[in-house]
Structures are given as structure tokens and as C-alpha cells.
């Protein structure tokens, strides 16, 4: 027959381990917070791939495809061999 023994940490001790199980499970709701601000991120990326490919299919068919636009300043420049007629 197998005997118990009930003893008791400090209250100190207890303390500290309360303490840091609370810190760990902050941290963790913290890293499930950030995830799903990831989530919504990368779909608001998808939207903006979405809108840059049908805009640049627009400017496509409007300045050719070889047309280089400085983004800076909205020059168009072309090599000899790809000017628009």
C-alpha cells in the first residue's frame, strides 16, 4: 500500500508559479491575436494582387506591354524597337 504525503510550496512560491502561468497564457492569447491580424493582412494583400493585375493588364492595353513607367514620376519610356506606332 502506497502512502501520500500532502505538503504545501511557500506562498512565495505559489505566487510565482501563478504569476508566470498568467504571464504564459497572455503571452500565448498575444501570439493568437497576432495570428489573426496576419490572417486579415494577407487577405487585404490578395485584394491589393488582385487590383495591381487588372490595373496592369489596363495600362497594358493602353501603353503596350514593353512600356516602362517610372513610378516616381510617370514617365514612359520605351526602347527604340518597342515604340507605339
Given at each position: 500500500?502506497?502512502?501520500?504525503?500532502?505538503l504545501?510550496?511557500?506562498?512565495?512560491?505559489?505566487?510565482?508559479?501563478?504569476?508566470?502561468?498568467?504571464?504564459?497564457?497572455?503571452m500565448?492569447l498575444?501570439?493568437?491575436?497576432?495570428?489573426?491580424?496576419?490572417?486579415?493582412?494577407?487577405?487585404?494583400?490578395?485584394?491589393?494582387?488582385?487590383?495591381?493585375?487588372?490595373?496592369?493588364?489596363?495600362?497594358?492595353?493602353?501603353?503596350?506591354?514593353?512600356?516602362?513607367?517610372?513610378?516616381?514620376?510617370?514617365?514612359?519610356?520605351?526602347?527604340?524597337?518597342?515604340?507605339?506606332?
Open positions: 500500500m502506497t502512502k501520500t504525503i500532502s504545501n510550496v511557500t506562498q512565495e512560491e505559489l505566487e510565482m508559479l501563478q504569476a508566470m502561468n498568467t504571464q504564459y497564457s497572455r500565448k498575444m501570439i493568437a491575436d497576432l495570428e489573426l491580424q496576419k490572417a486579415s493582412v494577407l487577405r487585404e494583400i490578395e485584394v491589393l494582387k488582385q487590383d495591381f493585375s487588372r490595373n496592369e493588364a489596363e495600362l497594358i492595353s493602353k501603353y503596350g506591354r514593353n512600356a516602362v513607367i517610372d513610378i516616381k514620376t510617370g514617365m514612359i519610356t520605351y526602347s527604340k524597337e518597342d515604340l507605339p506606332n
